[in-house]
């Protein structure tokens, strides 16, 4: 994809739906992930991934949930860092990644690149 805009190429990593953009990734999340958002394994048993609590359904009901933000906490008022949980986990391990839904008012997610930099870029999906 190429960048025409004159704003700049918005880049960020987002842990809650599970999508990073290429960059560097100088942690593994799996070995040291909370208990109940390992997985998947390999057929040896070590984890592979981290879910977040949100997608690991940690409070019961995803509709209305403070990891997932949803239903009566759809808010940035209502679903506040601090009511999320593993959320220092994931902030501390990947400091400029999204770790729930309102992150970016943390002002480390979303960078920009200036549009002097003519963005070109190929995504590339890992397996």
Same mark, same amino acid.
């Given at each position: 994809?190429?960048?025409?805009?004159?704003?700049?190429?918005?880049?960020?990593?987002?842990?809650?739906?599970?999508?990073?953009?290429?960059?560097?990734?100088?942690?593994?999340?799996? +070995?040291?992930?909370?208990? *109940?958002?390992?997985?998947?394994?390999? !057929?040896?048993?070590?984890?592979?991934?981290? %879910? /977040?609590?949100?997608?690991?359904?940690?409070?019961?009901?995803?509709?209305?949930?403070?990891?997932?933000?949803?239903?009566?906490?759809?808010? +940035?008022?209502?679903?506040? *860092?601090?009511?999320?949980?593993?959320? !220092?986990?994931?902030?501390?391990?990947?400091? %400029? /990644?999204?770790?729930?839904?309102?992150?970016?008012?943390?002002?480390?997610?979303?960078?920009?690149?200036?549009?002097?930099?003519?963005?070109?870029?190929?995504?590339?999906?890992?397996?």
């Amino acid at each position: 994809m190429t960048s025409r805009s004159s704003a700049g190429t918005p880049a960020d990593a987002d842990l809650e739906q599970r999508w990073m953009p290429c960059r560097r990734v100088a942690a593994d999340l799996g +070995p040291n992930c909370p208990a *109940p958002l390992k997985e998947p394994f390999d !057929s040896t048993g070590f984890p592979l991934g981290c %879910k /977040s609590a949100c997608v690991a359904n940690l409070d019961g009901n995803q509709a209305n949930s403070k990891n997932c933000c949803s239903g009566q906490y759809s808010t +940035p008022a209502t679903c506040p *860092p601090s009511g999320v949980q593993c959320y !220092s986990y994931f902030k501390n391990v990947c400091p %400029k /990644s999204y770790v729930y839904a309102y992150a970016e008012s943390s002002g480390t997610t979303l960078w920009t690149c200036p549009s002097s930099k003519k963005a070109n870029c190929t995504p590339i999906f890992c397996p």
